[in-house]
C-alpha cells in the first residue's frame, strides 16, 4: 500500500471516531491558540513599549540618569530633579541642525492623571508606533490659557467630554490632592483618538498655562484670597515660560545627531543630558527580561499540556483499536505499516489542529484588536504571525509526530500478540 492509501485509510480511522478525535483536535486547538495569544500579546507589549515615542532623535532634560529622563518624559512616570531654562532651550532649538522641538513642563496632576503643559509642535509633530500622528475624537488643540486637552483613557475614565471643567492639582500626579488651582479651573476643548500609549493617560495644556496657575504660588504654597491673581488680569507678559522640565528633538539629518548630542552632554551653561530613546528603550525592555521569561514559561507550559493531550487520547483510544490492528496484520499489513498508520493519524490530527487554531486566532484579532487597543493599550500590528509564532507551530508538528511514536510502539507490540479471537 502507498502513502497516500495509508494516509486515506488514517483519515477514514479519524472519522470513524468522530468524538475521540474532535476531543483531541479542540484540545489540541485551544493550547496553540493560548500559546500563540501570549506569543501575541507579549510582542504587542514590547512593539507599544518601543514605539512609545517615535520620529525623536534625541530627548533632553537636566543631567539625571538616561532611564530616568525616558520615564517621565515618555511614561510620564516619577519627577525631574531639575528644570532646562528656557534660554538653554532657545539656544539649542534655535540650531541650524534642529528641525523641531517638542517642550515638556511637568509636576501637576488631575486625580491621578499626569498634567502636561507643551506647545503647538506638540500636536503637528509627536508621532508614535509607525509614525502616527495625534488625531481628536473630537474638539481641538487648546489655545487659550485655561484650554486643556485630555487623553483617551482620561476621557473615559473620568467621563470627560469637550466642555468639562478641570480643576488642576499643584504638584500631585496620583492619589488624592491637597492644594488645587481651583482659582483658575480649565475647560476641556479636545479629546484624542486612543493611541495604546502614555499618550493617553495625561491632559495636555500650554506652557503659558502652566505658568499663569503658578503666577501667584511663588511661595510654593497658595495664596491668600486677597493676593490671588484673577484669570482676567493675566497679561501674556506675565506667563513667559521660564523654565520647561524636558524637551524631544529632531535633527535634519539623522548623521548630526551622535555629534549634537555629545555638544548637548557637554554643555557649558547648564549641566544637560541628551539620550536617543530609541536605544534606551531598548535598554529599559532588556531590564524587564523577567517578564518576558515568564510569559516564554507560560506559552511553552501551553505547548505542553497540548501535547500531553494529544498522546492521552491516542493512548487512551489503543485499547478500543485492538481488533482493527489484528484485522489489518490479518490482510496483510506489516507492523512498520501499523506504525505507519499511527503516525499518519497523528500528522492529520495536529495539521488540522494548527489550521483550526491559525483561522481562530486571526478571527480573535480581528473582532478584538479595537477593543485590545482601546482598553489596554496593545495594538496588534503587523505581521499576523511572527518568526516565533511560526516556529512554535513547526515545534507543536514535529513534537506531536515525535510523541505519537509512544502509541504507535505499543500498537506495534498488542498487534503481534492479538489475533482475530472473540477476546477482542
Known sequence: MTKITWLRLAWKSLNNRKFSTVLTVFSMVVSLVLLMSVERIKRAAEDGFRQSVSGVDLIVGARTGSMQLVLYSVFNIGQATQNVSIESYDEIRNLPEVEWTIPYSLGDGHKGFRVVATNQDFFKFYKFRSQEQIEFASG??????????????????????????????????????????????????????????PLDRALYISLEAMEA????????????????????????????????????????????????????????????????????????????????????????????????????????????RRREMAILRA????????????????????????????????????????????????????????????????????????????????????ALKDGLSSKL
Open 331 to 414: 490482510v496483510g499489513a506489516s507492523l512498520k505499516n501499523i506504525v505507519l498508520l499511527i503516525l499518519m493519524e497523528t500528522f492529520l490530527l495536529s495539521t488540522l489542529a494548527i489550521f483550526i487554531s491559525c483561522v481562530i486566532k486571526v478571527l480573535l484579532e480581528l473582532v478584538f484588536g479595537p477593543w485590545l487597543q482601546s482598553t489596554y493599550g496593545l495594538y496588534l500590528q503587523a505581521p499576523i504571525f511572527s518568526f516565533n509564532e511560526i516556529i512554535y507551530l513547526g515545534i507543536m508538528l514535529v513534537s506531536s509526530i515525535l510523541i505519537s511514536f509512544i502509541p504507535a510502539i505499543r500498537a506495534m507490540k498488542s
Open 140 to 197: 481641538a488643540p487648546f489655545k487659550d490659557y485655561f484650554d486643556v486637552v485630555i487623553g483617551a483613557d482620561v476621557a473615559k475614565t473620568l467621563g470627560y467630554v469637550v466642555g468639562s471643567d478641570v480643576v488642576v492639582a499643584h504638584g500631585v500626579t496620583s492619589g488624592v490632592a491637597i492644594q488645587e488651582h481651583s482659582d483658575k479651573p480649565f475647560k476641556v476643548v479636545g479629546v484624542m483618538k486612543p493611541t495604546g500609549t
Open 213 to 320: 496657575i503658578h503666577i501667584d504660588w511663588q511661595s510654593g504654597s497658595a495664596p491668600s484670597e486677597e493676593k490671588q491673581i484673577k484669570a482676567s488680569d493675566i497679561k501674556p507678559e506675565m506667563v513667559k515660560p521660564r523654565a520647561i522640565t524636558s524637551f524631544f528633538l529632531r535633527t535634519k539629518n539623522r548623521i548630526e545627531t551622535l555629534k549634537l548630542q555629545r555638544w548637548i552632554n557637554e554643555y557649558k551653561e547648564e549641566p544637560l543630558l541628551a539620550v536617543i530613546p530609541g536605544v534606551v528603550l531598548s535598554e529599559l525592555w532588556t531590564s524587564l527580561s523577567m517578564i518576558e521569561k515568564v510569559l516564554k514559561t507560560l506559552s511553552f507550559l501551553v505547548m505542553a499540556v497540548g501535547l500531553i493531550s494529544m498522546l492521552i487520547a491516542i493512548m487512551t483510544s489503543l485499547n478500543e
